[in-house]
């Protein structure tokens, strides 16, 4: 069946869009990331402009934040003055983001900025967590994260200035290094069209040192927060929402992510880390390809 | 119905001979439908014309769309990547066009007219803007015509004109599901001997309706509270989830 999206004014087939919202869901559910690493490249790849998937998928990742966020929350898993913080960078962040997405579709680039910055991003955190993934299932057993890095003792993270208690994650650093997290946080999401979970956990972990506990549930609402601000940001300034495209892809992420979860549990952690890195680098070789092979037709139009 | 629509139209044409313009009289066009409407099923349409000649000769009719600004751009190669490293800007490059003929082209009228009226792809005119050689705006215009083609909004060839009398014709123009939205002009000319004997502009409107429409327009005229209301929908969406499916 076809579709006519009004915002981006051309017409999808639904069933290939409820099928990507569906399959993102459903690793979303299995690996508990977002799952905007797929869903904009596939936009992209179906015809769609680079702005509208984008501006849409933010829109999207309010949905899938929002039902994470209230799981944890329940369980009193949020930092929120932490996470606080990191909003203000993230804030800052995607408003310098959407206006640095402006100017790069001025320039003509951004078809090029947005598959390499995937490239960089998928390509570096796919073969980290290959190569963690497929160390730990060698050795039969799961090591879940290494505690010999001590990245937050680093003298240049103690030196930082602005400290500040953090009593619910045990913490005294610089508030400059939170907001600095939050920041690039809030640039993939309006340039990328991704939480960015992938990265923020990570870095929340290793350069933070907040406990493992509260970093999923503080993640996500920071990502909640932002990509609300960011959704109302894109169709104020770009009007690159499009209602009908985010409610096919919510709705397919509701039913995908449901089956996700409930495979998740049959799934071994390094087994599902390996798939998901797996996948991670076919995107990215996928987009790493677009980039190097010469293209049939050279020239590309621009309605102004 | 078609055999309706004839009728009905015969009968107008016939009880209003007086209506129009002197240098118009030789031609009387109508369409089946003067708004094309994109509702959120839709998937591309058919535009119909019927029109009536008074007098021998060639017929040419063409259908623009609303005249935009388009850049051209082009990529080339550096460190070994694909990107665009060169661009163009054009005036008054129409959204849409296409067109019908009664005849081959350059017998119907000599290209200087063809030109003047805009009759074929290759005599469309938009100007480039900036400074640019002769030869850069000519490869430029080339790509911007074949972009154009590929997508399906420029015609690639004439579409036919079929007489369904000796002065009663009909022409059928396909509508692409991703066609441009405005106000459209359809031009008919008449040529007589090389000659433009008459001409006769016709408006069309294409444009979404009903539910995308709306969509639309909020998110055009209000988009503050447009974007409120993608976020709430999308809240209320993760909420629901979270009331149904989360039970552990």
Redesign the interface.
Known sequence: ????L??A???VPAESILLLGTFVGFLSGLFGVGGGFLTTPFLIFMGLPPGIAVGTQS??L??????GV??HFKKGNVDFKLGGVMLVGSLLGSVIGVSLFKLLKHM??I??VIP?LYVFLLGSMGLMMFYESLSSMLKKKDVEGDESSKLMHHKFFTSLPYKMRFPRSKLYVSALVPGAIGFVGGLLVSIMGIGGGFLLVPAMIYILGMPTILVAGTSLFQIMITT?FA??????TN?T?D??L??ML??GG?VG??FG?RFSRKLKGSYARFLLASMLLIVCFKLAGD?????T???????? | MFRFVLLVFVIICGLTPKAYAFDSDLLTIGLADDTVQITTGFNGSRLTIFGVKREQGDLAIVVRGPERRVTVRRKGQSLGMWRNVDDMRFRNVPSYYDFAMSGVEREIAPAILRREYGIGVDSLNFDALGRNTEAEIRTFREALIRNKQMHGHFALEPEKITFLSDEFFRVDFDIPADVPTGRYTIMTYLFQDGRAVGERKTDLRIGQVGFSASVYRFAHNNSLMYGIAAVLMALFAGWLVNLFFRKE
Do not use: D, K, R
């Not at chain 1, 980039?291 to 293209?295: E, G």
């Not at chain 1, 037709?297 to 102004?304: D, F, G, K």
């Open positions: 069946m076809q579709i006519y009004p915002i004014e051309m017409t829109n999207q309010v949905a899938a934040s929002l039902s209230l799981a003509g680039q078809e090029f390499l609300i959704t109302i940001m894109q169709a104020v009007h929402v209602l009908v985010a409610a919510i709705f509701v992510a449901q979860v980039l190097f092979i010469a293209p037709e050279l020239y590309s139009t621009e309605v102004n």
